[in-house]
């Protein structure tokens, strides 16, 4: 199974002071917003010395396309707090399965709205840092073959990416 690195937390980093809705725990740490795009944990069946980014690129690609008929592949997105071993999906993220059932649970349903620690102001979520992932002879990240090999990542909440526009990158 690869080594995880959710991306660089650099010493600018943004605190966040964040309380459980269950028991009332504060805690506090930098957020990141972290992706996944449909189907990118077929890195997790390898490490960069038993495959290269390009390669996992193209097998990844034969499993996406033809499964979605527009090609329009989902992203998923979280918010991570790695300091404090949290995981849980972005507010606000288009969810296509949520349609007509109400909202699935997200980070809110579990925490209040995070506030700088240093200002006071509630998170504006789009501003939130996204996570660079990789996929190289120092870095395994989950799905990292796609950044490292076409060197694009998704802005904040980006619901898709068009599968040719993304092959059209390949470094």
């Given at each position: 199974?690869?080594?995880?690195?959710?991306?660089?937390?650099?010493?600018?980093?943004?605190?966040?002071?964040?309380?459980?809705?269950?028991?009332?725990?504060?805690w506090s740490g930098?957020?990141?917003?972290?992706?996944?795009v449909d189907r990118?944990?077929?890195?997790?069946?390898?490490?960069?010395?038993?495959?290269?980014?390009?390669?996992?690129?193209?097998?990844?690609?034969?499993?996406?396309?033809?499964?979605?008929?527009?090609?329009?592949?989902?992203?998923?997105?979280?918010?991570?707090?790695?300091?404090?071993?949290?995981?849980e999906r972005m507010?606000?993220?288009?969810?296509?399965?949520?349609?007509?059932?109400?909202?699935?649970?997200?980070?809110?349903?579990?925490?209040?709205?995070?506030?700088?620690?240093?200002?006071?102001?509630?998170?504006?979520?789009?501003?939130?840092?996204?996570?660079?992932?990789?996929?190289?002879?120092?870095?395994?990240?989950?799905?990292?073959?796609?950044?490292?090999?076409?060197?694009?990542?998704?802005?904040?909440?980006?619901?898709?990416?068009?599968?040719?526009?993304?092959?059209?990158?390949?470094?």
């Amino acid at each position: 199974m690869a080594t995880m690195n959710r991306g660089a937390r650099g010493p600018g980093s943004t605190i966040w002071k964040v309380t459980s809705r269950q028991g009332g725990h504060e805690w506090s740490g930098p957020l990141i917003a972290y992706w996944e795009v449909d189907r990118d944990p077929i890195s997790d069946d390898y490490t960069p010395q038993e495959i290269n980014a390009a390669e996992l690129l193209s097998r990844w690609v034969q499993k996406v396309r033809g499964a979605y008929p527009d090609d329009l592949i989902p992203i998923h997105w979280f918010v991570e707090i790695s300091e404090q071993g949290k995981f849980e999906r972005m507010p606000f993220q288009f969810h296509p399965a949520a349609s007509g059932r109400g909202s699935l649970e997200d980070f809110l349903s579990f925490y209040s709205w995070p506030i700088n620690a240093q200002s006071g102001e509630p998170l504006n979520w789009l501003t939130l840092p996204v996570a660079d992932k990789r996929w190289n002879s120092k870095w395994a990240d989950k799905g990292g073959f796609i950044q490292e090999a076409t060197g694009w990542k998704p802005a904040i909440l980006q619901p898709f990416v068009f599968l040719p526009s993304l092959t059209s990158t390949r470094r």
